[in-house]
Nanobody, 121 residues
Framework: VQLQASGGGLVQAGGSLRLSCVAS????????MYWVRQAPGRERELLAR????????YYASAVKGRFTISRDNAKNMVYLQMNSLQPADTAIYYC???????????????WGQGTLVTVSS
């Protein structure tokens, strides 16, 4: 599965961004989809996960209530709507995929190239 994320950019604190990720080369609907971020000098942090059908989601406490993950299996797309962004959200954001649900990002099989989100104060 090949993944390509887009939608990052520079936003002021309190603003919103929507990240998109398109998948190709595999059966999208059989993969759990993830958004993971990595800030400078920090380990990768799993932010959100969505089940094969989209019926089940998981959010890290740092983003719960502010970020929303969704998917469109007909378009092979996964999204991350990010609201109330803060400078601490500045990071490279990656979409990832795996056939199983995980909480440890090191276990994920497929990764996109990442898109940079910068939140200014």
């Amino acid at each position: 599965v090949q993944l390509q994320a887009s939608g990052g950019g520079l936003v002021q604190a309190g603003g919103s961004l929507r990240l998109s990720c398109v998948a190709s080369g595999g059966t999208f609907s059989t993969h759990v989809m993830y958004w993971v971020r990595q800030a400078p000098g920090r380990e990768r942090e799993l932010l959100a996960r969505i089940s094969w059908t989209g019926a089940g989601t998981y959010y890290a406490s740092a983003v719960k209530g502010r970020f929303t993950i969704s998917r469109d299996n007909a378009k092979n797309m996964v999204y991350l709507q990010m609201n109330s962004l803060q400078p601490a959200d500045t990071a490279i954001y990656y979409c990832a995929a795996d056939r199983a649900p995980h909480l440890d990002p090191s276990k994920l099989d497929y990764w996109g190239q990442g898109t940079l989100v910068t939140v200014s104060s």
